[in-house]
């Protein structure tokens, strides 16, 4: 099966600084790749995802690469601010029947003020 | 617009009681299914999934199950918790393998 592997596991950073934060994947049939917040106490909330036919996509602060031949991507967030604050996963989904994700371990990301 | 519903938010149970977690998701039909675990301060360890009706995989061989009565339905059962059944417990929905999940807002379970 899929196995997704995310570092680091804790960032600290400066308010408007960014912050890059990786993940690799095992499954070269991995053809979806979503990054999710989670603040404390709260559920994941989908942020960002790229398509395997993708190399790049952004949203305002935040961005997404991947890489298919190295199979890693990465999350990009400029201009960090305070409520950037929380936990995010990486996952990647396989094909195949049920379409499940596969989540990375998390990275805690603190923004300092 | 689709919602997911998932209850009760907080649960305190004894070692050794049954456990029921409901999840329903509303406009949408023939949703995936998912439930997830989060231990204190870790990642999320996929529990069970479901494409359809009756149609349920587990993913982690546990003293945990799982149902799917209705389409948009989802249950979480034990007949016996145990202490290591702590946790944080997600319930998920995707319409199809184009889109990221959506998460219902939790269950915190401790059992005691």
């Known amino acids: 099966g899929e196995n997704v592997e995310q570092h680091p596991s804790t960032l600290s950073v400066q308010e408007g600084d960014s912050a890059v934060i990786k993940c690799t994947y095992s499954?070269?049939?991995?053809?979806?790749f979503p990054w999710y917040k989670q603040e404390l106490g709260k559920r994941p909330q989908l942020i960002i995802d790229?398509?395997?036919?993708?190399g790049e996509k952004k949203d305002q602060r935040i961005a997404v690469t991947l890489n298919k031949t190295a199979k890693h991507f990465s999350l990009h967030i400029t201009e960090t601010q305070p409520e950037d604050s929380a936990v995010y996963f990486c996952a990647a989904r396989s094909t195949g029947t049920a379409s499940k994700l596969t989540f990375g371990t998390g990275t805690r990301l603190q923004v300092m003020l | 617009s689709q919602t997911i519903h998932q209850w009760p938010a907080t649960l305190v149970q004894p070692v050794g009681s049954p456990l029921s977690l409901e999840c329903t998701v509303e406009g949408t039909s023939n949703p995936n299914l998912y439930w997830y675990r989060q231990a204190a301060g870790r990642g999320l360890q996929l529990l069970f999934y479901s494409i359809g009706i009756d149609q349920i995989s587990s993913e982690v061989p546990q003293n945990l199950s799982a149902s799917r009565p209705q389409d948009r339905q989802f249950i979480l059962s034990s007949k016996k918790l145990l202490l290591s059944d702590s946790g944080f417990y997600l319930c998920a929905w995707s319409k199809d393998r184009e889109y990221g999940y959506t998460f219902g807002s939790g269950t915190r379970l401790t059992v005691v």
């Open positions: 499954d070269s049939a991995s053809n979806y």
């Open positions: 790229i398509r395997s036919n993708v």
